[in-house]
Structures are given as C-alpha cells and as structure tokens.
C-alpha cells in the first residue's frame, strides 16, 4: 500500500498562516484533506484531483487553499486566517480516481498519520 506523508503542521496564533504538505510513494489521482479532534467526527477540509476539480469544506470556503502540481505525487493545503476551531489533527488522504467518481460515495484509499495543527487565540 503506498504511503502517504503529512507535513507542515504546528503552532499559530489566530489569524495566522501555515501551509501543510502531503507526499505519497503511491500514484495518487485524488488527494484530499481531512481534519479531526477528539470526541468529533472527521471533517472533510479539501479536496483535489489531476482534473484540476476542487472542493472544499464549509468551514474553510474562502480560508484555505488546496493544490496538487499537475504530474506530481503531492499537494499543499494553504490556511490562512486561521481559526482556534481550525485546531485539529489534519491528515492527508489519496485515491487513484477522480474525485466526481468514488466522493462522497465512499472513503479515500490511502491514509497518512497526520499532522497536528494548533491555533491558539
């Protein structure tokens, strides 16, 4: 199973920047952001596929940014103005389709370990 590598994660005050970044040994299509604390459940944060389709959770919309170089095994996820509920255990996810294909029907493939980011007011 391919592995996949969350990065980039740490400690903000609110308003703040940081950019996570997720790499995977596999041959990823799809590679979407998910965030989680404890207690709840998953959050879908972003979402973006080699077509270029992008989307992105409530919460987020117009706050963070999601991209995946054409060609490449990797994506970046941009937040910006964030948010102590933006706090959360933020994990990578990959996929060999396109999104339009298997979301929200089911899970992605692929699971890295997470990277934990924390914003502080």
């Known amino acids: 199973q391919a592995q996949v590598v969350e990065s980039g994660g740490g400690s903000v005050q609110a308003g703040g920047s940081l950019r996570l970044s997720c790499t995977t040994s596999g041959n990823a299509y799809s590679m979407g952001w998910y965030r989680q604390v404890p207690g709840k459940e998953r959050e879908m944060v972003a979402l973006v596929d080699s077509t270029g389709d992008e989307r992105y959770g409530e919460a987020v919309r117009g706050r963070f940014m999601v991209n995946k170089p054409f060609g490449k095994q990797i994506s970046y996820l941009q937040m910006n103005n964030l948010k102590p509920e933006d706090t959360g255990m933020y994990y990578c996810?990959?996929?060999?389709?396109?999104?339009?294909?298997?979301?929200?029907?089911?899970?992605?493939?692929?699971w890295g370990q997470g990277t934990q980011v924390t914003v502080s007011s």
């Open positions: 996810a990959t996929d060999s389709q396109p999104i339009r294909i298997f979301w929200p029907g089911r899970d992605f493939g692929n």
